[in-house]
């Protein structure tokens, strides 16, 4: 199956800094969402973005599919940002998650 | 909408018991999906299930069943719980088509002693 790495697996930023998260993965893929897993459990959809570039206010997120990785940016990070970030890659219906990368926001 | 529901929010089951797993979407989606969440791992695909009346097998399939009842509902069983399965299970649902965005229930917090 495909493989996926995330990385760094830990992070600590204070608020205000910017961040870049990755994920790298083994084939060619149909679709690649990121998510954010918030300090009660919820998974909420960030960017769903097989390809290119995509922004939402803060947060913004590149994938080159040639290249097999994918980037998200945090800019001007809020402690509302702590959490663990996922990317999740499926091809016809088999969805992957990576092990996240967790975001610790120190005021 | 109330978009994915589970019940139970928590459960403890004895090593042999069984018990099912309820999802529920109220937004029309066809596919639809049950992962576990084991401490500190990224979420595990069980079962699928792309539309109503089909099943399939995820990366974690055994120790489990699952029905899709109707559009609306996807069951997950265990039939003999193991302290193996002791973990955060979530349901899932998406729309098939140009933007297959994933939403995803609360999760189901399970411990089997």
């Known amino acids: 199956g495909i493989q996926v790495e995330q990385s760094p697996p830990d992070l600590i930023l204070q608020e205000g800094a910017n961040s870049t998260l990755r994920c790298n993965f083994s084939?060619?893929?149909?679709?690649l969402q990121w998510f954010h897993q918030n300090p009660w459990g919820q998974l909420i959809n960030l960017f769903y973005i097989p390809s290119g570039t995509k922004q939402n206010g803060r947060l913004s997120a590149t994938t080159v599919a040639t290249e097999r990785y994918s980037l998200l940016y945090i800019s001007s990070s809020q402690t509302t940002d702590s959490g663990v970030y996922f990317c999740a890659l499926y091809n016809n219906n088999d969805m992957r998650f990576g092990a996240g990368t967790r975001l610790t926001v120190k005021p | 909408n109330a978009g994915v529901t589970q019940t139970p929010k928590f459960q403890v089951l004895k090593t042999g018991q069984s018990m099912t797993l309820q999802c529920a979407q109220d937004?029309?989606?066809?596919?639809m999906y049950w992962y576990r969440q084991d401490p500190g791992m990224g979420l595990r695909l069980i079962y699928y299930s792309a539309s109503e009346g089909t099943t399939d097998k995820g990366e974690v399939p055994n120790g489990y069943n699952v029905s899709r009842l109707n559009k609306r509902e996807f069951s997950l069983r265990l039939e003999s719980a193991a302290p193996s399965q002791t973990s955060v299970y979530f349901c899932?649902?998406?729309?098939?088509?140009?933007?297959?965005?994933?939403?995803f229930g609360p999760g189901t917090r399970l411990t089997v002693t």
């Open positions: 084939d060619s893929v149909n679709n």
């Open positions: 899932a649902s998406t729309m098939t088509g140009a933007n297959p965005w994933q939403y």
């Open positions: 937004m029309n989606h066809n596919s």
